[in-house]
């Protein structure tokens, strides 16, 4: 008993100290295998949901378009592999037939250009997509209404710096009461920069308004954070701005997107201590994770590493040349153990 007491609450404290989603955006992982990659983990053909799963992860991230590559039915087949793992499930939608982020918010083609026909748009879109996920079987655990929302969505009608943030408040409250017209997700909202807390504190502080979107519409704030597109983006202003978040709003909070490069020249990272390999993304997840369980309240709830399968686009968007968690050819490095580290 002696021996097996210490063991039983070493374990326990571990526990204890995990994030609640550790996980990943693996949408693109169709895409790949379509271009003839197979995923190994130690030397065998794996599908790359089971790998993460198999090395901690509990949760996947699966972006959804209007239109486009990653339509609804993208979506929803992805989906059944996700579940199948029995993996939570999470949707990003864009609201928009491509790519969403803070340069790019495109009211998808064939939708109205007013604000009246917008809600009544969002309203029924959502609904419907929810509902698609229910009626086979992989209803959605959490639903992210727009990607990177920072100046709005559905420009140029949602644009916060033309329009103000009410139009905003309005499409974010008519998409989420659709969804909840179907089904019963957490609704997370997203931002870039989440270590930015003035960014933050704009958006949030001013979103919530009588008649429009309500506090107790959002269940979890997610923000982004990289080390290559802003030299402010350090782990003490990540602490800093999320602190501030979780005090302010009384939210949880995650890191909805982050990744770190094993190949990377020309580019200033914005912690240069942190190697530039397989043991650097190690730390990084280890320092992003220090972050959130420091935050006030339990406030700090998961990490989501960004695309870490996505061969034939290494550099996820970025100036780095490599930021996966698999090497070129599909096998496993032996970063895929963040997962168990979140």
């Given amino acids: ?14 526990l204890a100290s995990a994030l609640t989603y550790k996980a990943a955006d693996i949408s693109s ?18 599908p790359f949901e089971t790998i993460i799963r198999n090395h901690g992860a509990n949760t996947v991230r699966v972006r959804v378009w209007t239109a486009g590559q990653y339509n609804l039915q993208y979506g929803l087949a992805l989906a059944k592999r996700v579940k199948a793992a029995g993996l939570t499930l999470v949707v990003d939608l864009h609201y928009s037939d491509t790519w969403a982020d803070p340069g790019h918010q495109s009211i998808p083609s064939g939708w ?8 009544t748009q969002i309203w029924q879109y959502t609904k419907d997509v929810v509902q698609s996920f229910s009626n086979q079987g992989t209803p959605i655990d959490i639903l992210q209404v727009g990607n990177e929302i920072n100046n709005g969505f559905l420009w140029p009608v949602g644009s916060i710096s033309s329009k ?6 309005q499409l974010l409250h008519s998409a989420i009461n659709g969804a909840k017209s179907s089904g019963n997700p957490k609704i997370l909202i997203h931002l870039a920069n989440g270590w930015d807390w003035s960014g933050l504190n704009s958006f949030f502080g001013k979103v919530f308004i009588p008649g429009a979107l309500s506090a107790d519409q959002v269940d979890i704030i997610g923000v982004s954070f990289y080390p290559f597109y802003d030299a402010g983006a350090t782990l003490s202003a990540l602490k800093s701005s999320l602190t501030n978040l979780a005090n302010t709003f009384k939210k949880p909070i995650v890191v909805a ?22 043991g650097g ?16 309240n339990g406030s700090g709830q998961g990490i989501f590493y960004w695309e870490p ?17 698999v090497s070129s050819n599909g ?7 963040i997962f168990s580290q979140m």
């Fill in 1 to 14: 008993m002696r021996v097996v007491l210490p063991f039983l609450l070493l374990s326990l404290s571990w």
């Fill in 309 to 325: 399968g996505w061969i034939g686009n290494a550099n996820l968007g970025s100036g780095c040349s490599d930021n996966l968690l």
């Fill in 257 to 278: 997107e982050t990744d770190w490069p094993v190949s990377c020249s020309g580019v200033h990272l914005t912690e240069p201590s942190v190697a530039v390999s397989t």
């Fill in 29 to 46: 992982l169709v895409v790949v295998e379509n271009s003839g990659v197979r995923y190994t983990d130690g030397g065998k053909v794996t």
């Fill in 164 to 169: 103000g943030i009410n139009p905003v408040s």
């Fill in 331 to 337: 096998a496993t490095r032996d970063s895929i153990n």
């Fill in 281 to 296: 993304q190690q730390t990084w997840i280890t320092d992003i994770k220090n972050v959130l369980q420091s935050l006030p």
């Fill in 112 to 119: 109205p250009q007013d604000l009246d026909g917008l809600n």
